[in-house]
């Protein structure tokens, strides 16, 4: 198997580095022929505007539409991955989600949570500038806090307003391998 991880912005290496511990082969994605022979792409945090640009003029998310190819995003890569962007547009609307971005505050209102994950139990969430779901539509709600969704799951694809990867906890990675 062979996960594509999108390299623009983010904590791409930590993401590796979670993904080579379970086995699977990674292929950092820049260009939409990246993507010929991923399983499954990952999109990491980072500031959404500029990934999203980049991804569009790359021809990214379409040619993941093209492919069907499942996708796990943290932070940033949820606000991507949403139908409904507050004040944006959607780049790759492959949850059917209303998101806010830095729905929690500013850099400066960034904290860390213990969580309950459906199917994994406690997991620490790291939330820096974190969006915030405000609506779920077709889908699953994997985790919350303080009443909101934090982690959300339609069909293959994953999308998660905290970053599972900073303390290498390669559980949540695990599961979105599992449903590939």
Do not use: W
């Amino acid at each position: 198997m062979e996960i594509g991880i999108l390299d623009i912005q983010g904590d791409v290496s930590e993401h590796e580095n979670i993904l080579e511990s379970l086995g699977v082969r990674v292929r950092r994605v820049r260009r939409a022929s990246d993507l010929e022979t991923v399983s499954g792409m990952l999109i990491p945090g980072g500031e959404s505007t500029v990934i999203g640009s980049i991804m569009a003029m790359r021809g990214i998310p379409d040619r993941i539409i093209q492919k069907k190819i499942p996708v796990m995003g943290t932070c940033a890569g949820l606000i991507l991955m949403s139908k409904d962007v507050e004040g944006g547009k959607s780049v790759l609307p492959l949850l059917d989600v209303s998101i806010q971005r830095n729905g929690y505050g500013s850099q400066r209102e960034s904290f860390e949570a213990d969580l309950d994950v459906e199917g994994i139990g406690k997991f620490r969430g790291i939330f820096i500038r974190a969006p915030k779901i405000k609506r779920v539509g077709r889908g699953k709600v994997l985790s919350t806090f303080g009443g909101d969704a934090v982690m959300v799951s339609d069909g293959k694809n994953l999308g998660l307003t905290f970053h599972p990867e900073i303390y290498g906890d390669s559980r949540i990675h695990k599961l979105f391998l599992e449903g590939l």
